[in-house]
């Protein structure tokens, strides 16, 4: 297994999880694969949980403070931070748009999502989940019965969860005024922050605003505390590179356990499942195609205006391509810089400060797919995400998307505070698995895509860029080995 690529281990390890439930739901094995094989699953989850919170921290006050002088680069930084934020929120915006019109979550069989739901409701309860759309099935009795069915909790605990769920819900509720969800982000206690996943976004504020500080300070001061941040987020990507050595085998028992307890011992459910996730893909598909052949040579357009349709797509080709086998923006940066230097013409000292910085906080497409995922897994769910949830969806991937790491993988953890931070069950990532890969790939040329884009917008603004049109893109472009 050591000679076969990462990726291609962590498809196997899908692969089999897949076939795994599908003969354990035949053979009426679910429960045994529930007691013996989930439980490595949720060790995968609580691993990536344990970093999340830390990474994100670390990541957001590496890109900020990464900026430098803000005498110097105040402005160049302002337009690039402006530029990459509007279009983080755009993607976002557009998957929410598109996920919300397709509804692909909502073409499962219904009684599966019933299931679903009865389960998500079982969940909250065990968690002190707030449930915030106001649906509770464990009132009724008849999908008591169901509950009773698929969970080993009695009537008289599920009838307990049900009430204590929505007497927090009301109490909350009537507490709460029209600005709570600003006071919300701004924290009092930070450690307190740290240790509830539920507080992600106060987590992320703090981050803004202690890299936003180091700007301030004198570099004799800031420079040892940069560096410390710097080496401690990268011990935080090591560890997730080494929890990932061991993702197919974790894929294998979370993916296995989750359409296990999902599907029980009626197959059809499974296929129902797989259904869902065909229309998830396409909507996904569709968002990121539009990023990258309407959205940005629109902005090219309006913004460049020396650089045609096909010109763009011809002096972008090497990094779009690398972007894809790679799954990583960091991996694809050099490539990055030499097609947009050599090819786009834009001078050095735009792409080695608009690029790298993007690298680390410009993840559009991560972004948009991130919440085509949440409302899509809300969806199968039967969960009806509020106005206010999905508004909270747009802040926390945009802001998340400052601390994602530009290495393949990393927004699977970005993912996991974009559902907490709308109480939804992190462990449903599992779902997504299978489609996950070859979907990373094209989001990060969406990424990729992102960042010459906006780096050619700063260089036009600034007056350095000098495009040739008949410059020949493939004898320009050479990536140094080291």
């Known amino acids: 297994m050591k000679k076969i690529a990462l990726h291609w281990q962590i498809i196997i390890g899908l692969i089999l999880g897949i076939v ?19 439980p490595f699953g949720k060790i995968f989850i609580n691993l990536l949980k344990l970093i999340a919170v830390p990474l994100v921290l670390f990541s957001i006050i590496n890109g900020v403070s990464s900026i430098g002088d803000p005498k110097s680069l ?16 755009i993607a976002v915006s557009l998957g929410l748009l598109l996920v919300n019109l397709i509804k692909p979550g909502k ?23 707030e449930i915030k759309d106001g649906i509770n099935y464990l009132q009724d009795p008849e999908f008591m019965e169901r509950a009773q069915r698929i969970t080993d909790l009695s009537r008289s605990e ?57 700007l301030f300070i004198p570099v004799a001061k800031s420079g040892p505390v940069m560096k410390a941040v710097d080496g401690i987020m990268e011990v935080f990507l090591k560890m997730v590179d080494l929890i990932m050595k061991a993702a197919p085998f974790f894929v294998f028992a979370l993916l296995a356990g989750v359409v296990s307890q999902m599907a029980g011992d009626d197959v059809g459910k499974v296929v129902e499942i797989f259904k869902g996730l065909s229309w998830y893909s396409l909507t996904v598909f569709l968002g990121l195609a539009i990023m990258i052949f309407l959205f940005y040579p629109l902005l090219f357009k309006l913004f460049v205006r020396a650089v045609s349709y096909l010109g763009f797509f011809k002096a972008m080709g090497p990094a779009q391509t690398l972007a894809f086998s790679t799954s990583s923006s960091a991996a694809t940066l050099p490539v990055t810089l030499e097609c947009v230097e050599d090819n786009l013409g834009v001078d050095k000292k735009i792409t080695s400060f608009v690029l790298p910085i993007g ?22 769910h039967m969960i009806d995400l509020t106005l206010g949830q999905q508004l909270t969806i ?15 993988s990393a927004g699977l953890v970005m993912l996991i505070i974009v559902m907490e931070s709308v109480s939804l069950n992190p462990a449903w990532i599992a779902i997504i698995f299978p489609v996950d890969r070859i979907l990373d790939m094209c989001r ?11 780096s050619s917008i700063i260089a036009k603004s600034e007056g350095m860029m000098n495009y040739n049109p008949n410059k020949d893109p493939d004898e320009a472009w050479e990536v140094d080995e080291k």
């Open 359 to 380: 690298a680390t906080i410009n993840m559009d497409g991560t972004c948009l797919y991130q919440a085509v995922a949440v409302v899509f897994l809300a969806q199968i």
């Open 74 to 89: 105040g402005r160049m930084g302002g337009k690039t931070l402006a530029a990459y934020l509007v279009t983080t929120v």
């Open 107 to 129: 073409l499962i069989d219904e009684q599966s999502r019933i299931d679903n739901r009865i389960g998500y409701e079982v969940w909250a309860a065990d968690n002190n989940v």
């Open 158 to 214: 599920l009838a307990d969860a049900s009430v204590s769920e929505k007497m927090q819900t009301a109490n909350k509720t009537k507490s709460s005024g029209p600005l709570q969800p600003l006071v919300d982000i701004v924290p009092e206690n930070f450690f307190a922050s740290l240790a509830d996943n539920g507080l992600m976004l106060q987590v992320i504020f703090f981050g803004l605003f202690f890299g936003i500080a180091l």
């Open 20 to 38: 795994w439930a599908l003969l354990s739901s035949t053979l009426g094995w679910s429960q045994f694969t529930i007691d013996w094989i989930a």
């Open 444 to 454: 990060t040329v969406v990424n990729v895509t992102g960042d010459a884009t906006v």
């Open 394 to 408: 747009v802040l926390t991937a945009t802001l998340a998307s400052i601390g994602t790491a530009a290495v393949p």
